[in-house]
């Protein structure tokens, strides 16, 4: 797979099947009642806004990332919980002229009911929990030491919870006694330490490639016995901060293999004139920018699977 020979697939437009959602990046649809089709399109989002220009090849780069991470901490690696994937081939489910949208950019997983929290751990300071331990030496109500700068590696691995927000509007950074009130303290508590634990273990996976996971956000649900399940897309530059080991330096924000490069643009970004103010409509990519964020999620593919 190439960034640059596969045809960028902004929107996928599968008649075959019943939408039912769109994402930010990946479009869903059902197939029965038991199962969903999972299509990565090559669109790109940052500060919850979706880009009008997609890049190319990045939907087939988060499938083939994702599917990597499943089987190194699903039932086949470390086993740590129940994955949502049923092994069966997506494009066994759409008609023969569908299969070009489908092949190589889609998972075909389980049905489950969504749990509405993003699960955010944090392995070292950045981002807005950079911007929130400079105001009140806390990140989502976890108190940290005093002496941390940008890019710190924290003591241990921390949970730091959002809630869950609707397309185009952005996720609310919550405590963790939020989401005991939200989903209840069992359900919780088992999502914030299976988190910890994913997380650990694919810093440690990432490390040996040249890789730090500085933080990254998993999503759970429950299929109808009530087992909690690992489900969505887990581990990619999409939902993680993918910095290059051995240029890290804590300090500044380090070079990174994520679209970080895309939001330091468009921090700087204007429309009319006036800097984007971070709400829908989002800037027009100029296609080095388009560019460069592909090579970086490519590179990031590249260190991680070869």
């Not at 049923?86 to 997983?109: F, N, Y």
């Not at 490069?261 to 921090?267: E, M």
Request: charged content about 20%; glycine content about 8%; some cysteine.
């Amino acid at each position: 797979m190439t960034t640059t020979q596969t045809p960028a697939l902004h929107t996928s437009a599968l008649t075959s099947l019943p939408l039912l959602a769109r994402g930010k990046v990946r479009d869903n649809y059902a197939v029965g009642d038991d199962r969903i089709l999972m299509v990565a399109s090559d669109r790109i989002s940052a500060f919850d806004v979706i880009m009008g220009e997609p890049i190319p090849g990045k939907g087939a780069l988060l499938t083939k990332m994702a599917l990597f991470w499943f089987d190194k901490l699903g039932p086949n690696g470390l086993a740590i919980c129940p994955i949502h994937l049923t092994g069966d081939a997506p494009e066994s489910v759409v008609t023969p002229a569908e299969v070009p949208q489908v092949v190589g950019r889609s998972m075909l997983v389980k049905r489950l009911k969504p749990i509405p929290v993003e699960a955010v751990v944090r392995g070292y300071l950045a981002g807005s929990g950079w911007q929130e331990y400079q105001a009140s030496r806390s990140v989502c109500g976890v108190p940290l030491p005093e002496g941390l700068i940008n890019a710190s590696k924290l003591p241990t691995p921390i949970y730091t919870p959002a809630a869950k927000a609707a397309v185009g509007e952005h996720d609310e950074n919550i405590t963790f006694e939020r989401t005991v009130e939200m989903i209840g303290l069992d359900l919780a508590t088992r999502i914030r330490d299976i988190s910890i634990r994913l997380y650990s273990a694919a810093a440690e996976i990432a490390l040996t490639k040249g890789i730090i996971i500085a933080d990254t956000k998993f999503e759970f649900g429950l299929d109808t016995d009530g087992t909690l399940v690992l489900m969505d897309e887990v581990l990619t530059p999409d939902s993680s901060r993918y910095w290059p080991a051995d240029s890290y330096a804590p300090g500044s924000n380090p070079p990174s293999f994520d679209k970080q490069f895309l939001r330091d643009w468009l921090d700087a970004a204007t429309i009319g004139g006036v800097r984007w103010d971070k709400t829908a409509p989002a800037p027009h990519l100029p296609k080095d920018v388009i560019t460069k964020t592909a090579a970086k999620y490519q590179e990031a593919l590249t260190r991680l699977v070869g």
